[in-house]
């Protein structure tokens, strides 16, 4: 027979068998019996307060990416569970595994417009894997695990609890259980005959390029794909979310595919004979025109989520399953024919010779005056090489994707299927606290980090050394970079000429900050700040018109740039 304890006492017991040991959030009425227990058991489970539920959400989101574990996020009632909206959206499109757990009026005030209520779980059915709303004490221990189950299994993604406070407060017997997995009704054991037909167009195809997605990282296959790329001499293309999955310094990687992609990422989507894209989930940022989209190819897509199989693109073949696993299968499948390796070298060759200076670090020579591919150069050539680059979202965003080198996965995150601005700051103090012994830089700019620099409160307060890089240029960059190029120049409410004076700003969190114009001052501040071990803003000042290059326009075929790759 199991013990007999409150609601809020057995979040806490499931929570430790979950083997949590860090949750982020925000307190309110609807929550007390939670956060009291929280205060009872803070020697086994740490809380890190933010300044607002939103951030909480993107803390536990960075700290999911940054670790592999299951995070987990607490917010009340309300205006506190609608908080975390854009947080469990994000996380939902990034396939990112959280589990929210909210509070909620008593069961008898409920549907009655009581205060501080809202059916979040109606609310967060679109964007969550499955979320509940627990009626009975006696239920609640079962339910937290499931979420936890369901969080973590196939294709990772957020679960909301929603617990009323008189549950919270009721008493039930608690049975201590192990952490299980969760096996979907469309899961399926791997099919062999389907790896073994990939394997044979494999063999066969001479002209292939591969795309790394978000998946590759979030099924650790990382490894396993170098050596298929390696194997075949195949160049590798990335999807946003995929960056890192593949080494960025390596000669067959190729950068980003479409909307943003290189050129020749791009050209190889459009004539190579066998496309591999593994864990991508082809959102229309990545293929552009759908029809013209790897014409000259046959496609095959390998991915855990059956459901993104010929959802946008379809297919000529596909593997559904864990990508480490086919790619286990696959690897001892692969037998090149001899008479063929000259041709794949010549593709290869072809198409990485399309590598423009972007896909290079070159170091930053003299004392040049700020621009965004100067401020990451110098950034990459100053940081330990074991960084976790964190972004917000828009012209910065990109910037760190295409000039950075990211040689693991889980060294960059950012919001990919959301482009959640105000995403960075959580996300990088939800990572730091994940991976201490990692620098972590957050990369923003000055309209994003106007969302979450209260969030600076955070960082000095937990003695979090995270550096803020703000690429300011004072608008909100790549709304004006379409409003320059659509909309005749007609810069609608994208001029940000306001304050605050972030140098300013930062101090007043009891932060240090820095005013930069040119790369020599970047270097010694951002030296001087890595030295100190503790969080400082970087306030790099550039032209208001720096434009994100290469581009291609929505909608239309990949390879049609209307902004080309740079060469610097």
């Known amino acids: 027979m199991g013990k007999m304890l409150t609601g809020a006492q057995i979040v806490m017991e499931c929570l430790v068998e979950q083997g949590v040991d860090t949750v982020f959030g925000y307190p309110g009425g609807a929550v007390l019996n939670i956060y009291d227990e929280l205060y009872k058991n803070s020697y086994r489970i740490r809380h890190i307060l933010t300044s607002h539920e939103q951030h909480a959400a993107h803390a536990a989101d960075g700290y999911a990416r940054a670790t592999g574990k299951t995070a987990v996020c607490i917010a009340t009632s309300g205006p506190g569970a609608t908080n975390l909206v854009t947080g469990i959206a994000t996380a939902y499109m990034d396939s990112v595994p959280i589990v929210f757990i909210t509070g909620n009026v008593s069961t008898d005030l409920i549907g009655k417009d009581s205060f501080q209520e809202a059916d979040i779980t109606g609310i967060t059915m679109p964007i969550t894997k499955n979320n509940y709303l627990v009626k009975d004490v006696n239920k609640l221990a079962d339910v937290l695990r499931e979420a936890f189950a369901i969080a973590s299994s196939g294709r990772p993604g957020p679960v909301l609890v929603d617990i009323p406070k008189n549950v919270s407060a009721a008493v039930a017997e608690y049975t201590p259980a192990k952490p299980y997995k969760y096996i979907s009704p469309s899961d399926a054991p791997l099919d062999t005959e389907s790896v073994k037909n990939l394997a044979e167009l494999i063999n066969s195809t001479e002209k292939i390029f591969i795309l790394c997605g978000g998946g590759v990282i979030r099924s650790g296959a990382s490894d396993r794909l170098r050596e298929l790329a390696r194997k075949l001499g195949a160049p590798v293309g990335a999807t946003l979310m995929g960056i890192g999955g593949y080494p960025c310094t390596d000669q067959l990687y190729t950068g980003l595919v479409g909307m943003h992609g ?87 060759d072809y198409i990485t010779s399309m590598r423009c200076g972007a896909l290079t670090a070159k170091p930053v020579q003299g004392d040049r005056k700020l621009t965004p591919k100067g401020i990451v150069d110098t950034v990459y050539g100053v940081s330990p090489k074991d960084t976790i680059i964190v972004t917000d979202v828009g012209q910065h965003q990109l910037w760190a994707a295409t000039y950075y080198k990211y040689d693991a996965p889980g060294t960059l995150l950012t919001s990919g299927g959301f482009g959640t601005m105000g995403y960075g700051a959580g996300a990088a103090i939800g990572a730091k606290l994940g991976q201490p012994e990692m620098r972590v830089i957050h990369m ?125």
């Open 444 to 568: 923003t700019g000055d309209g994003s980090f106007r969302m979450n620099c209260g969030e600076l409160s955070t960082e000095e307060h937990y003695g979090l050394p995270i550096i803020t890089v703000i690429f300011n240029n004072g608008s909100l960059g790549m709304v004006r970079q379409w409003q320059s190029l659509f909309y005749d120049k007609r810069y609608s409410q994208s001029t940000l000429n306001r304050g605050p004076n972030f140098v300013k700003l930062a101090e007043a969190y009891g932060v240090k900050g820095y005013d930069l114009y040119t790369t020599g001052e970047l270097e010694a501040a951002l030296r001087e700040a890595l030295d100190s071990g503790k969080p400082a803003v970087l306030d790099c000042h550039i032209e208001i018109d720096e434009t994100v290059t290469p581009m291609v326009a929505p909608g239309k075929p990949i390879t049609d740039f209307i902004l080309q790759d740079i060469d610097d």
């Open 262 to 348: 290189t050129k020749a990422s791009n050209t190889a989507v459009s004539e190579c004979e066998l496309f591999l894209a593994f864990g991508s989930r082809f959102s229309d940022r990545v293929i552009g025109d759908s029809s013209k989209f790897g014409k000259n190819a046959v496609i095959a897509h390998i991915d855990i989520d059956d459901a993104e199989i010929n959802k946008n693109i379809r297919t000529h073949h596909h593997v559904h399953g864990p990508i480490d696993e086919v790619l286990d299968m696959l690897l001892p499948m692969i037998n090149l024919p001899e008479e063929s390796l000259a041709a794949r070298r010549e593709w290869a």
